[in-house]
């Protein structure tokens, strides 16, 4: 398995062979809050970089969730949708969102590495 | 624009509040523990709220002064009993809300709570209608603290020696650190609880104490899930200067008197809605599932005619579902009327719910 990379929208995704794992990060979680709602893309959709890709809540607000690349949905995780709080206390293992079969490699070039994400994340909060 | 901070700013910080603009002030809406856990833990033991933004007017005067509010205000205010509180509302000529309100008989004249967002304007309405003929103070010097839960009261018998003898809808002088404090036995949560009003310089180590005893400072976010679930509203968002009480489905804070006499500003409008019934009436609502609807969102009835708007919605801790309240159409307003709510395009089943969604199940030997 690669290593994980981040986008500028706080999502985490990991790649294994074609198809790439994705969920938020721990930083998204922190500023969203409790979450108790979660809406996930459907199974067989297709779904853009960039573009909407399921919908967060907490107590105080719904956000959406993009997808970092382009690809077709071939799992969600129904875990988090059952309880969404897992959200909250595993965001970037057991809690992942969906998975992608994924169109275009190259579109993961754009995205950030551990270090880089740390720095992006500490700098957009302030 | 500068934001005014509450005497407990820096108590905030200390507990690791997350900060937020609110009506002009920097406000915590949550702790480290996040808005469920405060919600949950003001639902099974004491929590703290600094609703310091919140306006503390008094209005000095004698006899005349009762009856000159009643010309203002639906509230029989001529039979108070002294430390009495009455919920009412400040409105105009049309019934619409300009601020809710609580109202406290007290030796001196009247002291009224007011939202921090319409407490200046409040002032202003209030002064002209008054004609300057009383002494009205506007304080800067109070802190307002409210203590929740069911454990609220012997957490603050603790701190003030007597409080639990306060009965709902009332209050007191009491004596702490040679200081003297005002405090009545209400709250927006649900629960029992008290406000206390107390000197800005004396208010955090006030409140550091109750933090001792075993209370939690609570914030702002779990205030809304809290007075959501209780079926409360919330000025801005439930009720507006476009809603009357009746409207509001609040028509019980308006004394059964006053409707008979009338002689307060909205009288006519008041009288004709309750004669005639109104075209919209707010309701709780209560999606199936787990969807939750908020602010804004569209409902329809079942043959799809849009119908009203929810004015509140979250998810709520206790109750485990969501909860909303909102505005429809008074032939859709029967509890248990199927509805549905847009979100985002799609269209979720509803029903329309008793109030409040969160009923208290009182300790046994608890306080009365």
Known sequence: MSEVKYSKEHEWLKLDGEIATIGITQHATEMLGDIVFVELPDLGSNVEKDGNAGVVESTKAASDVYTPISGEVVENNQSIVDDPAKINTDPENEAWFFKLKVKDKSELDSLMNKEEYEKFSKESAS | ?368
């Open chain 2, 1 to 368: 624009m500068n934001k005014k901070k509450t005497a407990l700013n820096s108590l905030h910080r200390k507990y690791g509040a997350k900060l937020v603009s609110f009506a002009g002030y920097e406000m915590p809406i949550q702790y480290t523990k996040g808005i469920i856990e405060e919600h949950k833990s003001t639902r099974e033991n004491a929590g703290i709220f600094d609703v310091s933004h919140m306006g503390q007017l008094f209005i000095k005067g004698d006899g005349s002064l009762a009856k000159d509010l009643e010309k203002i205000f639906p509230t029989d205010l001529s039979n108070a009993k002294l430390n009495q509180s009455k919920y009412s509302f400040l409105m105009n000529e049309e019934a619409g809300i300009y601020d809710d309100l609580i109202i406290t008989k007290v030796k001196d004249g009247f002291n009224i709570v007011l939202n921090a967002a319409c407490k200046d304007t409040d002032f202003k309405i209030l002064s002209k209608l008054l004609d300057n003929k009383y002494q009205m103070i506007l304080s800067e010097e109070l802190s307002l603290i409210a203590i929740q839960g069911p454990k609220a009261f012997m957490i603050l018998e603790k701190v003030i020696k007597g409080v639990s003898n306060l009965k709902f809808m009332n209050g007191g002088s009491f004596n702490y650190l040679n200081e003297n404090i005002y405090i009545t036995r209400s709250g927006y949560t649900g629960e029992d609880g008290f406000e206390i009003s107390i000197k800005n310089d004396k208010a955090e180590m006030f409140v550091q104490k109750l933090i001792d005893e075993g209370a939690s400072l609570i914030g702002l976010g779990a205030r809304d899930t809290l007075r959501l679930e209780a079926g409360l509203c919330l000025y801005g968002h439930d009720m507006d200067i476009n809603k009357s009480p009746v409207e509001a489905n609040l028509e019980w804070a308006i004394s059964k008197n006053r409707i008979i006499e009338g002689g307060f500003i909205g009288f006519e409008k008041i009288k004709s809605q309750i004669e005639k019934g109104v075209n919209k009436v707010r309701v709780g609502i209560k999606p199936e599932g787990k969807i939750i609807a908020r602010e804004k969102t569209s409902i329809f009835s079942e043959d799809n005619k849009n119908i009203g708007e929810i004015t509140s919605g979250t998810f709520g801790p206790s109750v485990k579902a969501p909860v909303a309240m909102g505005y429809v159409e008074n032939s859709f307003s029967k509890i248990d009327t199927k509805v549905f709510l847009e979100v985002r395009g799609k269209k979720y089943p509803a029903s329309i719910s008793n109030l409040p969604f969160y009923k208290k199940s009182y300790v046994k030997g608890a306080s009365k």
